[in-house]
């Protein structure tokens, strides 16, 4: 039985955030071993956070109407 599709967004934008909060520690505290790692991590934050502020956007959207 699937969630309803504010719920599902908001548990995934739950699971975002975590792996945002983790790929930041791991370019601040991780010290990535070199600057293709750094700028991989770097790539992966920015998807992240784009994907972030649009589920964040939609569900503003939505709880508007």
Not at 10 to 27: C, F, G, K
Not at 32 to 38: C, L, Q, T
Not at 45 to 65: A, C, N, W
Request: aromatic share 6%.
């Amino acid at each position: 039985n699937m969630a309803d599709p504010t719920t599902f967004a908001y548990n995934l934008l739950r699971a975002i955030e975590s792996r945002i909060e983790l790929t930041q520690d791991a370019i601040l505290h991780g010290a990535p071993k070199d600057m293709e790692s750094y700028q991989r991590l770097v790539g992966e934050l920015e998807g992240l956070e784009f994907s972030q502020r649009e589920i964040k956007d939609l569900l503003q959207t939505t709880e508007d109407e």
